[in-house]
C-alpha cells in the first residue's frame, strides 16, 4: 500500500543552521511525484518543492533542496540557513495517480528554529 | 488573487447537525480535493473530483458527501455531524490532466468543531 513516513514528530535548529527533515515513501509505481509542504501556524498549506521519480537532479527551491534517493524511497527536505520564519510543521507528500489529484501524507514533522 | 476560497473558516455544530463547507476556486483547475487535518494523523483525503459531474471516495468518504456541478464549486456536506467529524478541512485543486507534478493549491481551512 502507498505509504509516506516521516519518523521524526519535531527537530530543533539553531537560527543560520541547515536542517534535514526526512521522509521515506512506499509505492510498487514507476511514476510518481514527491511533494513538501509547509503549514505555519496560521494554518495554511505552502507548497514548497517537487521531485518527480524520473527525475535526475535533485529538486531545488531557494533554500529548500531535496536529497531524492530513489533506490532507498527516501526524499529528504534540506532546509540552509534557517530563519525564525521556517518554524512550522511540514508535510511530505506523494503523488502516483496522474489521473487525479490525489495525495498521500505523512504526519508531519514540527521544525523550531530557535536564536 | 483569490486561488482556492473556504467557507466558513470557523463553524460549531451540535451532534446530528447538517451543514455544507463550501469551496470555490477560480484557476479553471479540473481536480479538487477534500482533506481532513486531525492531530498526528496528517492530512486524510475524504472526496475528490476530475472534473464537472465526477466524484469519487477518498480515504475517509463515511459521513459526507460531494458534488461538482461546476469547475469552480466543490461543497462538502456533513450529512449528521458527529463529534468524530472534529477536525480542520482543507479543500485543494490542481491543474491534474495527466501529469503527477502539478501542485495542489490548498484553502485557507474550515476549523470545525462538534459538540
Known amino acids: 500500500a502507498q505509504k509516506i513516513t516521516q519518523t521524526q514528530p519535531g527537530m530543533f535548529v539553531q537560527e543560520k543552521e541547515a536542517v534535514t527533515l526526512d521522509c521515506t515513501y512506499d509505492t510498487s509505481d514507476q511514476s510518481y511525484g514527491l511533494f513538501w509542504y509547509k503549514q505555519p501556524s496560521s494554518g495554511e498549506m505552502i507548497f514548497l518543492i517537487y521531485q518527480g521519480s524520473y527525475d535526475e537532479q535533485n529538486a531545488t527551491e531557494g533554500r529548500y533542496s531535496l536529497n531524492f534517493q530513489k533506490a532507498r524511497k527516501s526524499a529528504n527536505l534540506v532546509i540552509s540557513a534557517s530563519q525564525l520564519g521556517d518554524s512550522a510543521m511540514y508535510f511530505c507528500a506523494m503523488r502516483e495517480d496522474y489521473n487525479t489529484d490525489k495525495l498521500i501524507f505523512g504526519t508531519g514533522t514540527r521544525l523550531q528554529v530557535f536564536p | 488573487n483569490a486561488g482556492v476560497t473556504q467557507t466558513p473558516k470557523f463553524q460549531v455544530l451540535k451532534t446530528g447537525q447538517s451543514m455544507t463547507l463550501q469551496c470555490a476556486q477560480d484557476m479553471n483547475h479540473e481536480y479538487m480535493s477534500w482533506y481532513r487535518q486531525d492531530p498526528g494523523m496528517g492530512l486524510r483525503l475524504i472526496h475528490y473530483s476530475v472534473g464537472a459531474g465526477i466524484t469519487d471516495q477518498g480515504e475517509v468518504p463515511n459521513g459526507y458527501n460531494v458534488s461538482r456541478s461546476t469547475t469552480e464549486d466543490f461543497p462538502l456536506r456533513l450529512l449528521s455531524a458527529a463529534p468524530s467529524q472534529t477536525s480542520v478541512y482543507f479543500c485543494?485543486?490542481?491543474w491534474g490532466q495527466g501529469e503527477v507534478n502539478t501542485e495542489a493549491f490548498f484553502g485557507q481551512g474550515t476549523r470545525l468543531t462538534v459538540v
Open positions: 485543494a485543486s490542481s
